[in-house]
Every structure is written in C-alpha cells, then in structure tokens.
C-alpha cells in the first residue's frame, strides 16, 4: 500500500500523520519542545531541538506500516526568523510570532504611516510578529548578529536546509515575512532596501506543490524512507489548517483555536483592508487567504490551569481525568456572560484586529459574588469575543460568510463549540476531520504527486460534520455583553504602552 505524511511544525510541539491515498489514518505521532522566554517580550526556540522532533515524529509514524511513503509535505509556523552564518549555521534561535521585542520598530512605522504601505504591499499586518521587523530589531540592537548573518530564513526553510541541503520558501510562508510583495509575486524591493537585506540572502521561492529532492542518506536510513522520496513545500499552518477544516469554498469561513487562533477565508485574488486589519497571503492555484490571527487562543486556558487551577489540574492527573475536561465542566455551570464578568485574553500582546504588541489582559467586572468559576468561564468567552471582533473585520472586507466550520484543539469541547455558536450568532460545523493542518499538507502532496486536481479533493477526507445552532436564550446575553467588550477594549487601549514599559523596567535582562 501507498502511504502519505502530513507533518505540522507548530509552536509547542510537531505532528506528523500518515494516511493512505484515500485519507484513511494509520499512524499518529506528536513532538513536544519548550518556548524559550527569559522575559515576557521574549518568544524563541531551539531550531536544532525542532529538526530532532521532526526526525523522530517522521521515524514513529513511518514505523506504523509497511508500504511505501509516496512523499511528506510540511504545515508550519508563520513569521519565524532565523539568522544564519556563511556555513549555514545558526546565529539566533527561531525567533518566532510571538516575540515582541522588535515593538517599538513596528510602532514607529505605525505611527509615521509606513507600516500600513508596508501591508499594502505585502499583506502583512503592521506587528512585531513580522520577519522584517525583527530584521530591523537585530539591526540595529544585535548588529554583531546583523552583520555576521549570510542568510535569513525562517524555520521551514532551515528544517528543509537540514534534510537537503537546499533553501527554498514556498509563496505563502515568504508572505508571511514582510520582505515579498503579493502583487508582483517577488521579494519586495522597498522592504529590502528598509532591512538592509539582498536577494542573495533569502531562500529560492518555489510553488507549495514544490518537491524537494536528494534527501542526506543519513536521514533517509533513521528514518526509514527511500533516498528519492520526496518533501513538497506545503504552506503556512494557517492556510493548510483553513484547508484541513474544509473552508475552501466561497464565503466559507474557519477558525482554529490551537495555542494562538485565527479567523480565515480563501479568497481568488489579493484583498487588502484599508484599515490594516486582516492578513493577505498566496496559497496556491489562484486562492489567497485572508484573516486575523490572534496570539491568545488556548494558550490563555493553559494559564488559567496553571495559575488559577493547580490544586485542581493536580487532582484531576491523581484521578486520570484531563485538567481541562474538569476546566471545562466548572466553567458550563456558570451563565453565558459569566454574571457581568469580562476577560480581554491579552497575556502575550496581541495581533487581530488591534496589532497592538503591548496589550494586557485584564478582568473587568468583579464583584464579591464572582470566583474562581466564573474567572475561567470569563476567559474561555474572552478568546471567543475576541476571535469574533475579528471575524467583524473580515466581514468588511469579504462580505457576510455563508458558512462557519471550526477545528483545533478546542473542538474537542462540546462547551467552546456552543460556547462558539452563540457568540458568533452563526451555526458552526466541526468536521471530525483530525490534525487539520496535517490534512491540509496531506492534501498539497496529493496535487502536487497528481493524486487529486485541485483543493476540493479535502471534501472527501474531512468525514462526518456536526453543527451547533446559536441558542437564541444564550446568544441574547452576549449580544448584550459584546458591546460592552468592544468598548472598554478601545478605552483601555490608550494605557497599554504606559502598563507594558513599566513592566518591561522591572523585568531581567537577556
């Protein structure tokens, strides 16, 4: 039998899935690694770390049949930055989207209007997350780094680098940097010249359906895969998740809750927000996505297990049960609205729709009769208020959608999926789809090795689809509530740097 590798290369750990031709799963494996930060500004990770959770994940799956591996196609993090020397070895670590320390370059071209051309051109939204921001940070706060640097790639293309020997960057994952111009489909001219960095710096750009040839024998042999086996591009996390949910058609919107979250849409051209507010980058095949991701999803729930839950996420592991399963049972016996209590989920800064680096989290509300279950109630609603001011901007620019699918880890609740419906006040479809973003890889290979035509092919592999209808006594309450949110969000806006350079003075040093 024929066997195909979707791998995803996400923040906290890399997922490899292995299917057959028709979608079918025979094997699962996931890789976790840690987030350096040092400070809260800080966001980084070992490269080298992220290439062995690779080999291994790659080597686990391909243990669990006995076949031939037709070819492995990549789902990864966006706007990572590595520096690398004339050798091709590492100066840095994998900066990643969530490090904040280039903000005051991203704030400045935001204030003198440079930041909004800059999206105009590239499609990236003016924010430290983005490659050429955190070019300007090292240039001018980290020149020895600067100055040695041969090449600047991001994860994707190191970990290609290390099984082949060969840089290259697929369309979308360029887009994603800040230095490729979506209009004329080549490395912006006015983004170099602002970074300092040539052509000759940057990886070859390729299709998604791209195939990397001549991988080192070394891992051909640990691994357990034909010298000649290919590796196809693939695309963004955020592109192939939108894929693996089954978001493909028009008007067909999907979020993703993971670590971070997104609200998304294909569309078949580039489409810029004059507001700056929503994402635009290539997929493949004349489809574009547009959308907002968010930095807090379920990262913010992880806190709340951590910080506000211990005894309990101890006693829940005594007990064999999941901590969230127990999060998640606590926070349904508290009221839709959490009796007046709002959370903005801003622990890490935030990108959609405020692209505002320095954003903090805060509860608004509280009063004696509120505790413990109504802080994480109030939380799990916050990352869904959130995700739903920007499905509001996407509604500007692409018009009302006319079908909501969901996936992620949060889809594994029944009380985010209705918590989801009501809020959004839209029916929303979870597919039982597993690993979207795998799927979404899985699929690229299958175009690419003329399996399948085109992007629609993932209809056959997402199965069986449930839908959650808004609960019109639910939804009342936070159409109520919303509001609210929305503009205590824009009040407390104006104190957000103020907050966030008194922590910083407080904070160790790198």
Same mark, same amino acid.
């Given at each position: 039998m &024929?066997?195909? @590798?979707? @791998?995803?290369?996400?923040?906290?750990?890399?997922?490899?899935?292995?299917?057959?031709?028709?979608?079918?799963?025979?094997?699962?494996?996931?890789?976790?690694?840690?987030?350096?930060?040092?400070?809260? !500004?800080? *966001?980084?990770? !070992?490269?080298d770390?992220i290439?062995?959770?690779?080999?291994?994940?790659?080597?686990?799956?391909?243990?669990?049949?006995?076949?031939?591996?037709?070819?492995?196609?990549?789902?990864?993090?966006?706007?990572?930055?590595?520096?690398?020397?004339?050798?091709?070895?590492?100066?840095? +670590?994998?900066?990643?989207?969530? !490090?904040?320390?280039?903000?005051?370059?991203?704030? *400045?071209?935001?204030?003198?209007?440079?930041?909004?051309?800059?999206?105009?051109?590239?499609?990236?939204?003016?924010?430290?997350?983005?490659?050429?921001?955190?070019?300007? %940070?090292?240039? =001018?706060?980290?020149?020895?780094?600067?100055?040695?640097?041969? /090449?600047?790639?991001?994860?994707?293309?190191?970990? @290609? /680098?290390?099984y082949?020997?060969?840089?290259?960057? #697929?369309?979308?994952?360029?887009?994603?940097?800040?230095?490729? +111009?979506?209009?004329?489909? !080549?490395? &912006?001219?006015?983004?170099?010249?602002?970074?300092?960095?040539?052509?000759?710096?940057?990886?070859?750009?390729? #299709?998604?359906?791209?195939?990397?040839?001549?991988?080192?024998?070394?891992?051909?042999?640990?691994?357990?895969?034909? *010298?000649?086996?290919?590796?196809?591009?693939?695309?963004?996390?955020?592109?192939?998740?939108?894929?693996?949910?089954?978001?493909?058609?028009?008007?067909?919107?999907?979020v993703?809750?993971?670590?971070?979250?997104?609200?998304?849409?294909?569309?078949?051209?580039?489409?810029?927000?004059?507001?700056?507010?929503?994402?635009?980058?290539?997929v493949?095949?004349?489809? %574009?996505?547009?959308?907002?991701?968010?930095? =807090?999803g379920?990262?913010?729930?992880?806190?709340?297990?951590?910080?506000?839950?211990?005894?309990?996420? *101890?006693?829940?592991?005594?007990?064999?049960?999941d901590?969230?399963?127990?999060?998640?049972?606590?926070? $349904?016996k508290?009221?839709?609205?959490?009796?007046?209590?709002?959370?903005?989920?801003?622990?890490?800064?935030?990108?959609?729709?405020?692209?505002?680096?320095?954003?903090?989290?805060?509860?608004?509300?509280?009063?004696?009769?509120? +505790?413990?279950?109504?802080?994480?109630?109030?939380?799990?609603?916050?990352?869904?208020?959130?995700?739903?001011?920007?499905?509001?901007?996407?509604?500007?620019?692409?018009?009302?959608?006319?079908?909501?699918?969901?996936?992620?880890?949060?889809?594994?609740?029944?009380?985010?999926?209705?918590?989801l419906?009501?809020?959004?006040?839209?029916?929303?479809?979870?597919?039982? $789809?597993?690993?979207?973003?795998?799927l979404?890889?899985?699929?690229?290979?299958?175009?690419?090795?003329?399996?399948?035509? =085109?992007?629609?092919?993932?209809?056959?592999?997402?199965?069986?689809? +449930?839908?959650?209808?808004?609960?019109?006594?639910?939804?009342? =309450?936070?159409?109520?509530?919303?509001? @609210? /949110?929305?503009?205590?969000?824009?009040?407390?806006?104006?104190?957000?740097?103020?907050?966030?350079?008194?922590?910083?003075?407080?904070?160790?040093?790198?």
């Amino acid at each position: 039998m &024929d066997y195909l @590798i979707g @791998i995803d290369v996400g923040t906290t750990s890399t997922k490899a899935v292995i299917y057959d031709k028709k979608g079918k799963i025979y094997g699962y494996a996931n890789k976790l690694y840690p987030l350096i930060q040092e400070n809260s !500004d800080m *966001a980084e990770e !070992d490269p080298d770390v992220i290439f062995d959770a690779t080999v291994a994940a790659l080597k686990e799956v391909t243990g669990k049949v006995d076949g031939k591996i037709l070819g492995v196609s990549w789902s990864t993090q966006q706007h990572s930055l590595i520096a690398l020397d004339q050798d091709h070895k590492p100066l840095t +670590n994998a900066i990643t989207w969530a !490090d904040n320390r280039s903000e005051k370059y991203a704030s *400045a071209m935001d204030k003198d209007g440079s930041g909004l051309e800059l999206y105009k051109r590239t499609g990236l939204p003016n924010h430290p997350m983005g490659p050429v921001y955190k070019i300007l %940070w090292l240039k =001018n706060e980290r020149p020895d780094i600067y100055k040695q640097t041969r /090449y600047w790639v991001g994860l994707k293309e190191y970990l @290609i /680098y290390r099984y082949f020997g060969q840089l290259k960057e #697929e369309y979308g994952m360029a887009a994603a940097t800040g230095l490729f +111009n979506i209009h004329t489909m !080549d490395w &912006d001219e006015e983004s170099l010249k602002l970074t300092g960095v040539t052509r000759d710096q940057l990886p070859e750009l390729v #299709e998604a359906t791209y195939q990397v040839k001549g991988l080192k024998p070394e891992y051909a042999k640990e691994i357990g895969f034909d *010298a000649d086996m290919p590796f196809i591009m693939g695309g963004t996390d955020g592109a192939l998740s939108g894929i693996g949910s089954g978001a493909i058609g028009d008007g067909e919107v999907s979020v993703t809750i993971g670590t971070s979250g997104v609200v998304r849409t294909f569309v078949d051209k580039p489409q810029i927000d004059p507001k700056g507010r929503i994402y635009c980058y290539p997929v493949m095949d004349g489809k %574009w996505i547009i959308g907002g991701p968010v930095n =807090n999803g379920g990262i913010v729930f992880r806190w709340v297990r951590d910080n506000l839950f211990a005894p309990e996420k *101890a006693l829940a592991k005594e007990m064999g049960e999941d901590p969230y399963d127990l999060l998640t049972k606590i926070a $349904s016996k508290v009221p839709a609205g959490s009796d007046g209590l709002i959370f903005h989920p801003f622990l890490g800064g935030e990108r959609a729709p405020i692209w505002d680096g320095n954003a903090r989290a805060s509860f608004f509300g509280l009063t004696r009769q509120h +505790n413990r279950s109504h802080m994480v109630r109030a939380a799990l609603e916050g990352i869904v208020y959130n995700l739903y001011t920007v499905e509001l901007a996407l509604k500007e620019a692409a018009g009302e959608p006319k079908k909501v699918m969901a996936s992620g880890g949060f889809a594994r609740s029944p009380l985010w999926r209705q918590m989801l419906a009501d809020i959004f006040e839209e029916p929303v479809t979870i597919a039982e $789809s597993f690993e979207a973003g795998c799927l979404g890889a899985m699929v690229i290979a299958q175009i690419s090795l003329g399996l399948a035509d =085109n992007l629609s092919v993932v209809k056959n592999f997402i199965g069986k689809t +449930n839908t959650y209808q808004p609960n019109p006594e639910t939804y009342a =309450n936070y159409r109520e509530i919303m509001p @609210i /949110y929305i503009r205590l969000g824009r009040k407390l806006e104006s104190e957000y740097t103020a907050i966030a350079e008194y922590q910083r003075k407080r904070e160790p040093k790198e």
